[in-house]
């Protein structure tokens, strides 16, 4: 089932990020770092900040009362100048975080999240969907390729202390609503 997260679902959404943010982090990124990001952008408290602002939406994936995957999608004007550079004069939703635990890998679990998540962004009247992703997580490109996504630039992103190097990547929505 997916569903709009709530309130209620702060800690578990912080539990599955603890397990699936390491997943998309290059090879070489150090545990210090990663800890860090878990702190500062994926904790219980961050995400029922992330729940109680209207300019965002997360959506989870929910099977026999555990959470299995999330997207966090966030319908506001992007202020990184590459991603602006990017996506020029169109209104576009971000697509800011998109994770499947590693149990539902290839099951179409994570196909069935975009397919909700684009449904979303279509229906506030969305130009597209963007989002950046580490140019070294090659599994991660191949599944947005696959679900309709070009390359469209790239920008950096903070790991922890260290600085890392994105894809942005664009899908346009046709059908509004
Ligand atoms: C990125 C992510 C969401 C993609 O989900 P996924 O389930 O691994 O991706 P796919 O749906 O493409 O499935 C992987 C494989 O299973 C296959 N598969 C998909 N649905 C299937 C189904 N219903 N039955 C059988 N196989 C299936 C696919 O064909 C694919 O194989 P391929 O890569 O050879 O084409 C997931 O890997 C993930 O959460 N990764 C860790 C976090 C991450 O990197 N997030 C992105 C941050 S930007």
Redesign the pocket.
């Given at each position: 089932m997916i569903r709009k997260a709530d309130a209620g679902d702060a800690a578990a959404l912080a539990e599955l990020a603890a397990v699936?943010f390491p997943?998309?982090c290059p090879p070489g990124s150090s545990p210090e770092d990663i800890a860090l990001h878990l702190q500062r952008t994926l904790s219980q408290e961050k995400f029922s900040e992330y729940l109680a602002d209207s300019g965002i939406v997360i959506l989870v994936l929910e099977e026999g009362g555990r959470l299995d995957g999330y997207t966090l999608l966030v319908d506001r004007q992007p202020t990184d100048p590459d991603v602006l550079r990017a996506l020029g004069t169109r209104r576009s939703v971000e697509l800011s975080k998109?994770?499947?635990h590693p149990d539902h890998?290839?099951?179409?679990?994570?196909?069935s999240l975009m397919r909700a998540s684009l449904d979303w962004a279509a229906e506030q009247g969305s130009d597209s969907v963007w989002?950046g992703?580490n140019s070294q997580?090659a599994?991660?490109i191949?599944?947005y390729e696959?679900s309709g996504f070009t390359r469209v630039g790239t920008k950096s992103f903070t790991l922890g202390d260290s600085v890392e190097s994105d894809f942005i990547l664009e899908q346009a929505l046709t059908a509004k609503g």
């Open positions: 699936t997943l998309a998109c994770y499947v890998h290839g099951r179409g679990a994570a196909s989002l992703v997580n599994k991660a191949r599944f696959k």
